[in-house]
């Protein structure tokens, strides 16, 4: 444990003590949000993102330790173990080295190579190896045994040659040796399987590629997995790239001067030559292809994983739009819009179905249904899905924010991704069991603009959607990963214990599925919990587990005003030494920056609270409860810009980013089909990693460069100087100078023109709308007074 804890200590550049103690805590059974908020002076401040490295490294080198026992007690078993063998696999700090060591003790099936030294066939191998003066046909007929299986000197040297090649194979070494040389210098190629042209067209930038083994990116790597997955692409591994046809590869002189074979025309030099060929060519090529290609797809995985989880925290991480009263807004063509009313606490108020769009082209009735929800409930949000008929939804929301324009109700586009799958699930049955499932979507959909991070936890993560090649990775690993993401979001935030969901609360340090749901039923039976002490008396919540959760759940308006902030409850002893040393009550001092900022936080310090948590401590009492998350904002799309076919190359529109991945950010424009910046576009200045200039949710400025209607891509820009491509407009079979008068009249009649236009407009799609609109605005204004 010592050496797995100077590693790790190594390699995040901190004291070994800090690691030895959160790997004890972890031990304990702590978690990281609980370690890396609570225990900072016991780890010497490790943050949460040091500690999941920690944690995961932990796990792996653990698995080393215990392999590398099994293997030292193999090999001991075999008589078999020198000390320069052990030394070498004590020093081996990769599962690959430790099994290449391994090899040649490791019990297999009876090979080629072991079946000719079962013949007596070693020493004739050795003997040639060692001296290649030596004529290997002549050398070759004292081995002749037709009883052995040896009928001719051919199959002696056959089985000696075997012999060698797998003695070579097995070498670690060796096989280090050319294993970096081909990371360094080999090429990874691509090339179309016959046939599969026009069925794998997506993969036509793949169908003749090659680029350098170590520097593909990660998208173009699982891309080409993906496309040879699919039995469209053929992966290889080119030793020795620039070279046609090459009459030997390198690797066969890294094989020669390893063993330091030299051919200089001695009678067994050709043979040996013939070994050292068959050696990289039949055993070494094939394994390091497999090997150095899964070495490729993993990094590659773990990239996306990682690119996954930025931006699932992101996504979890979005400004919430607060307790407000909530319009959900599912949109459907034939089977109609899903509606659903949600109070300020997420509770369901009201349900209806609405039929605007064709084939029934209800648009006036369906206004006044929603008109009639807003004035009734005091709705303040709208929350359109933006999945199939958003736009068509979006401009029914917009006229109704016509008629209340002189209320605060806001429409909002909102990522629906995941909706579906909340619906039918388990929980969302027991939630709402008489409910139909469609309108359990318009549900989720308006909460998750009122708190995106307590109603996402209730979905799968790899269900949200922002995930780069999400399918083609280790679906375990995913889940660890994103759940990681998850655990550590809620926690930042913080959950309140009285209204917080069963899926949220099992997110909570300490907590799982078992006490998330006793911790339901008990606040519900006791009409709420009044303080933090009372989680103790939930069923199976024993002290350990309120250790772990108590700081990270809220009670708001509770007995204890503390209980509403992170200070955790062994802390309350330094708040009562603030309070005395301030000489104030509580709820004088709570949010006091002022009267807080003059005390000495070293004179508050003693053997239980070090100065890391009496700073903390301090800044929680000036800001208590404070939300990390940032300040809510929305994106306006464009109107009359509802699908591709509506964009223009030098548009510049206004979007939602919705993922970002290694090459660029993808941003939701309003027309069905996300476009791409790519890192180029992200910025006038050089950008290595967009997420360091733009993060999923986050609302952009862009401009149209390019649109491909065939095959369904929009490429844009966050430069606004940046150049339009030519030939954007041809690629949708319109002229530009057609388009662009279009669009310029379709602008004038939604920005330019009269009110009364409008009304005709709205006449059209539902007869006379003028005395309609005008009771809607009365009811509107009604409400306001009331």
């Given at each position: 444990m010592l050496n797995i804890n100077r590693t790790i200590a190594d390699e995040l550049a901190v004291k070994e003590a800090q690691i030895t103690a959160a790997v004890n805590l972890l031990d304990e059974g702590s978690t990281v949000p609980f370690i890396a908020r609570y225990r900072k002076e016991v780890t010497g401040g490790l943050d949460d993102t040091q500690l999941r490295h920690l944690e995961q490294r932990l796990g792996y080198l653990r698995e080393l330790e215990q392999r590398r026992e099994t293997i030292l007690g193999s090999i001991r078993e075999q008589d078999k173990l020198t000390p320069a063998l052990e030394a070498d696999i004590n020093a081996a700090d990769t599962k690959t080295r430790l099994e290449e060591l391994y090899l040649p003790y490791k019990p297999k099936r009876r090979t080629k190579g072991q079946i000719a030294i079962e013949a007596g066939l070693e020493p004739l191998a050795d003997q040639l190896l060692s001296d290649p003066t030596l004529e290997p046909e002549s050398t070759a007929e004292s081995f002749v045994d037709a009883d052995k299986g040896i009928a001719d000197t051919k199959a002696a040297l056959d089985g000696a040659r075997y012999i060698l090649m797998e003695r070579f194979a097995e070498?670690?070494?060796?096989?280090?040796?050319?294993?970096?040389?081909?990371?360094?210098?080999?090429?990874?190629?691509?090339?179309?399987?016959?046939?599969q042209e026009q069925a794998g067209a997506k993969f036509s930038d793949y169908f003749e590629h090659s680029e350098a083994l170590k520097r593909v990116p990660s998208h173009r790597a699982l891309a080409m997995f993906r496309g040879r997955n699919e039995g469209v692409l053929q992966l290889s591994l080119d030793a020795d790239p620039g070279q046609e046809a090459p009459s030997s590869s390198h690797c066969e002189s890294i094989i020669a001067s390893h063993l330091n074979l030299h051919f200089s025309g001695r009678a067994a030099d050709r043979w040996l030559q013939q070994v050292v060929q068959w050696t990289w060519k039949i055993k070494i090529n094939l394994y390091m292809e497999t090997e150095l290609l899964n070495k490729v797809r993993e990094t590659a995985e773990e990239e996306a994983i990682k690119v996954f989880a930025n931006n699932l925290k992101d996504v979890l991480m979005a400004a919430p739009a607060g307790r407000k009263v909530t319009l959900g807004l599912d949109p459907g063509l034939r089977t109609g819009t899903k509606v659903a009313v949600v109070g300020s606490t997420g509770q369901l108020l009201d349900t209806a179905t609405i039929y605007p769009h064709a084939p029934q082209n209800q648009w006036q009735k369906s206004l006044q249904i929603l008109a009639a929800l807003c004035v009734k409930h005091q709705v303040e949000?709208?929350?359109?899905?933006?999945?199939?008929?958003?736009?068509?939804?979006?401009?029914?929301?917009?006229?109704?924010?016509?008629?209340?324009?002189?209320?605060?109700?806001?429409?909002?586009?909102?990522?629906?991704?995941?909706?579906?799958?909340?619906?039918?699930?388990?929980?969302?049955?027991?939630?709402?069991?008489?409910?139909?499932?469609?309108?359990?979507?318009?549900?989720?959909?308006?909460?998750?603009?009122?708190?995106?991070?307590?109603?996402?936890?209730?979905?799968?993560p790899k269900s949200i959607g922002v995930g780069q090649y999400q399918h083609d990775v280790t679906q375990s690993m995913l889940a660890k990963g994103l759940d990681a993401v998850v655990e550590d979001c809620v926690n930042a935030v913080g959950v309140d214990v009285n209204t917080a969901s069963a899926p949220l609360l099992t997110r909570v340090s300490g907590l799982n599925t078992t006490l998330a749901t006793n911790i339901v039923a008990f606040r519900d039976s006791e009409g709420g919990i009044k303080n933090r002490k009372q989680l103790l008396k939930v069923p199976r919540l024993g002290p350990k587990a309120f250790e772990q959760c108590a700081g990270f759940l809220r009670i708001n308006d509770g007995d204890n005003p503390l209980d509403a902030s992170s200070v955790h409850p062994e802390a309350y002893p330094l708040v009562e030494k603030i309070l005395t040393q301030a000489a104030a009550p509580i709820t004088s001092v709570m949010g006091d920056t002022g009267k807080l900022r003059k005390l000495n936080p070293e004179l508050l310090t003693d053997d239980s609270f070090g100065l890391p948590t009496v700073k903390d401590v301090l800044r929680e009492l000036e800001k208590p409860g404070r939300d990390p998350r940032p300040a809510f904002e929305?994106?306006?799309?464009?109107?009359?810009?509802?699908?591709?076919?509506?964009?223009?190359?030098?548009?510049?529109?206004?979007?939602?980013?919705?993922?970002?991945?290694?090459?660029?950010?993808?941003?939701?424009?309003?027309?069905?089909?996300?476009?791409?910046?790519?890192?180029?576009?992200?910025?006038?200045?050089?950008?290595?990693?967009?997420?360091?200039?733009?993060?999923?949710?986050?609302?952009?400025?862009?401009?149209?460069?390019?649109?491909?209607?065939?095959?369904?891509?929009?490429?844009?820009?966050?430069?606004?100087?940046?150049?339009?491509?030519?030939?954007?407009?041809?690629?949708?079979?319109?002229?530009?100078?057609?388009?662009?008068?279009?669009?310029?009249?379709?602008?004038?009649?939604?920005?330019?023109?009269?009110?009364?236009?409008?009304?005709?407009?709205?006449?059209?799609?539902?007869?006379?709308?003028?005395?309609?609109?005008?009771?809607?605005?009365?009811?509107?204004?009604?409400?306001?007074?009331?």
């Open positions: 070498d670690a070494a060796l096989l280090q040796q050319i294993r970096e040389y081909l990371w360094h210098n080999a090429q990874l190629s691509s090339q179309v399987v016959a046939g949000l709208i929350a359109i899905g933006n999945g199939t008929a958003s736009r068509e939804t979006d401009k029914l929301a917009g006229e109704l924010l016509k008629l209340a324009k002189d209320s605060k109700l806001q429409k909002v586009m909102v990522s629906e991704a995941g909706a579906s799958v909340y619906s039918a699930s388990e929980f969302a049955a027991r939630e709402f069991p008489d409910l139909d499932v469609s309108i359990r979507g318009a549900v989720s959909i308006a909460r998750r603009l009122q708190d995106p991070l307590a109603e996402l936890v209730k979905i799968e929305t994106a306006a799309f464009q109107e009359g810009v509802e699908t591709m076919a509506d964009l223009v190359p030098g548009m510049i529109l206004e979007g939602v980013v919705t993922n970002v991945a290694n090459f660029g950010a993808f941003v939701d424009i309003g027309v069905h089909q996300d476009g791409l910046v790519h890192i180029s576009h992200l910025s006038d200045q050089f950008v290595s990693d967009p997420r360091d200039v733009v993060k999923a949710g986050q609302v952009v400025k862009v401009k149209v460069l390019e649109v491909d209607l065939p095959r369904k891509r929009i490429s844009l820009s966050c430069r606004m100087e940046a150049e339009v491509i030519q030939g954007g407009g041809d690629s949708r079979g319109a002229a530009k100078p057609a388009r662009n008068q279009t669009r310029a009249s379709h602008s004038g009649n939604q920005r330019g023109g009269s009110q009364g236009g409008r009304n005709q407009g709205a006449g059209n799609r539902g007869g006379n709308a003028a005395p309609i609109n005008s009771a809607f605005a009365d009811a509107f204004a009604n409400a306001k007074k009331r």
